[in-house]
């Protein structure tokens, strides 16, 4: 199967370019340097066709018509002319439902799509799509959620006229797997095809969404980037970082005994830290009531001590990096933790919470 791009250049293009790749999907590209004869034969050599040239933004506001509906009439067009079913996926936009001429272009193409699958049979799927946010989205241009990524993330300033005013959006993997299910022919029988999930964001909330990936860095504490548009924007977010600011520092402490660091703090699943000890140096001797921990050694050889606190019963445990096994600690037992090797010991530090020092859960008790 060959795949033919319009605005393979744009957003959407180089996303669904990459994609195709990966899937070892073969596709030719029509960009703006290439003239109309060029299409001609493009088209005659292809199998699919998606459509995602349009003007957004043009000098002179002919060019939408120019573009967004000459265009695709064009295309239209020249699939008659063949005479052979080439699908055609035509990438819209919700303001073809407005009066202004950028949705009055939009509508236009649509009709020019709905009136070639009507006269011909010609296989069609129109995406009126919301906005589109992720990677490589041209900020400062018609996506806020660009510029507020760019904009933050460089530390330039934003401008949010209204917080309550509700944004539609859908991300660019959510589009660009629906385009691939097309052809592969995984879609069809949809009178209205759709691109899921489309989400709804205040305009305020983006903007707090947003600084709060910024601020992240500082306090160490993450948002619930796991899922959901949360993930989908904190990867948006990373995206517009230079490679200058792909690395950031985060504060240690140390003493004789060897260096602290806490890596990452979360909302509701407590904070991972990291901690060295010297040949001989036993950190901890202390219980928890509620707190608890994880320790994992990925250097060196230890020896964790365990004394219950009511009974007075021991346990030892001894683990090495050599063979990785994960130490609990448990509420009510003393513990601590000795380097037993002749190298500096390195373990990893999970707590179910983040460390307040107001509340510590921290007791000094003897091992």
């Known amino acids: 199967m060959n795949i033919l791009v319009t605005g393979s250049n744009g957003f959407i293009g180089k996303n669904l370019i990459i994609r195709l790749n990966e899937l070892g999907i073969s596709s030719e590209v029509f960009t703006r340097k290439d003239s109309t004869k060029d299409l001609q034969e493009l088209i005659k050599k292809s199998d699919f066709v998606i459509h995602l040239a349009g003007e957004n933004r043009p000098e002179d506001e ?11 009439s064009l295309i239209c067009d020249e699939i008659r002319l063949i005479e052979k079913n080439i699908p055609i996926i035509l990438a819209s936009s919700m303001q073809a439902e407005h009066d202004n001429l950028y949705g009055k272009s939009k509508l236009s193409a649509e009709i020019s799509i709905k009136n070639l699958t009507n006269d011909t049979g010609n296989s069609s799927y129109i995406y009126r ?3 589109v946010f992720g990677k490589w989205c041209k900020p400062n241009y018609n ?8 904009n933050i993330s460089h530390d330039l300033p934003i401008q949010v006229n209204d917080p309550s005013f509700e944004l539609s959006l859908v991300y660019i993997d959510d589009v660009i797997e629906e385009f691939v299910k097309v052809i592969q022919g995984e879609r069809g029988g949809e009178k209205v095809p759709s691109v899921q999930p489309e989400y709804k964001i205040k305009l305020g909330d983006l903007s707090t969404q947003i600084q709060n990936f910024k601020e ?5 504490i993450t948002e619930k980037v796991g899922s959901g548009i949360v993930r989908k924007l904190y990867s948006t ?8 600011q792909f690395a950031y520092s985060i504060p240690s402490y140390g003493d004789e005994r060897g260096m602290f660091a806490e890596m990452l703090k979360t909302k ?7 901690f060295t000890a010297g040949p001989g140096i036993t950190r901890g001797g202390h219980y928890h009531h509620s707190k608890t921990e994880k ?12 004394r219950h606190v009511a009974s007075g019963e021991t346990h030892e445990i001894i683990t090495t990096s050599k063979k990785l096994k994960i130490v609990e600690t448990v509420p009510g037992w003393s513990h601590d933790i000795t380097n037993i090797g002749t190298k500096d010991m390195i373990a990893m530090l999970w707590a179910n919470e983040i460390f307040n020092p107001d509340n510590p859960d921290t007791i000094t008790h003897k091992v």
Request: with cysteine; glycine share 10%; charged share 15%.
């Open 216 to 220: 992240s860095r500082d306090s160490l």
């Open 143 to 150: 996506s806020v959620v660009a510029t507020f990524c760019h």
């Open 237 to 244: 977010y990373l995206s517009y970082l230079s490679p200058a």
């Open 295 to 306: 320790f994992l050694v990925v250097q060196g050889e230890a020896r964790f001590g365990f």
């Open 62 to 72: 002919n060019d939408f018509e120019v573009v967004n509906s000459g265009l695709t």
């Open 129 to 131: 799509l919301p906005g």
């Open 268 to 274: 509701d699943s407590g904070q991972f830290s990291f």
